[in-house]
C-alpha cells in the first residue's frame, strides 16, 4: 500500500509540473487514500500481533 502512495504521489508532482491539473488533483487524491490505508492496516496488523500468541 506504501507502494502505491507514493507511485500516485510522483504521478501527481509530475502531472502538476506538466500542467495536467485534473490528472494530479486525482492521483493527489488516490494517494493520500493509500496511505491512510496503510497507516490504519499497519496499526491493526501491530496491535493484533501483541494479541494473538
Do not use: E, K, N
Not at 486525482?26 to 501491530?46: H, K, N, R, T
Amino acid at each position: 500500500m506504501f507502494r502505491w502512495a507514493i507511485i500516485f504521489a510522483v504521478i501527481a508532482l509530475i502531472a502538476s509540473l506538466l500542467g495536467f491539473g485534473g490528472v494530479a488533483g486525482l492521483s493527489q487524491d488516490f494517494a493520500i487514500i493509500f496511505l491512510v490505508v496503510a497507516i490504519i492496516l499497519a496499526v491493526v496488523a501491530f496491535v493484533s500481533r501483541g494479541r494473538m500468541p
